[in-house]
């Protein structure tokens, strides 16, 4: 099993270097990710767990992107994703005061990204979050709780209707 991980982390890393349209095909063909049509995973994005993610049809992955993806993400169809994003399906357990941190495993919860949604560069998505269709996360928001449909995030308090 830690063999097979080394090898999908080795793997990664290789193909996560290759730039341009190129790269993105190559991607496409040989990370262990659901995906469908039009999908451009950019340089340099680094995905943890690549097989428990699942992509939509026409989906753009900006550069230095990190998806950690150990609690499933699934992004939906015409999806934007700015550069350095960084998407969190798992959080480290830290309750019992008497284990270190390390040693105390995982909880995962699964991210969803609805359809028709732009998350613009720098945001922070946290585990159990889902983001409604037709919404716009500006770019430096923190999103910590759910985003219903139709919506602008401005930060991770604010948030502007719109009707997309």
């Excluded at 994005?45 to 026409?58: A, F, M, R």
């Excluded at 998505?125 to 709780?145: E, F, Q």
């Excluded at 219903?148 to 009707?163: A, G, H, M, Y």
Aim: glycine share 8%.
């Amino acid at each position: 099993m830690r063999i097979r991980y080394e090898i999908i982390l080795w793997t990664s890393s290789f193909l996560k270097c290759i730039p341009g349209n190129i790269g993105c095909y190559v991607r496409k063909l040989f990370l262990p990710v659901k995906s469908g049509n039009n999908v451009k995973i950019w340089d340099h994005v680094h995905i943890d767990s690549p097989s428990k993610l699942t992509i939509g049809n026409n989906v753009s992955i900006n550069r230095n992107c990190i998806l950690h993806a150990g609690g499933k993400i699934v992004i939906g169809n015409d999806v934007l994703i700015g550069p350095n994003v960084t998407i969190y399906s798992q959080n480290h357990l830290f309750s019992d005061k008497l284990m270190k941190i390390r040693e105390q495993g995982y909880n995962t919860k699964k991210v969803i990204i609805g359809n028709n949604v732009w998350i613009a560069s720098n945001v922070l998505i946290l585990p159990g979050v889902t983001i409604g269709n037709n919404c716009v996360i500006a770019a430096g928001t923190i999103v910590s709780k759910s985003i219903p449909d139709n919506l602008i995030v401005r930060n991770k308090i604010e948030l502007v209707s719109t009707n997309l």
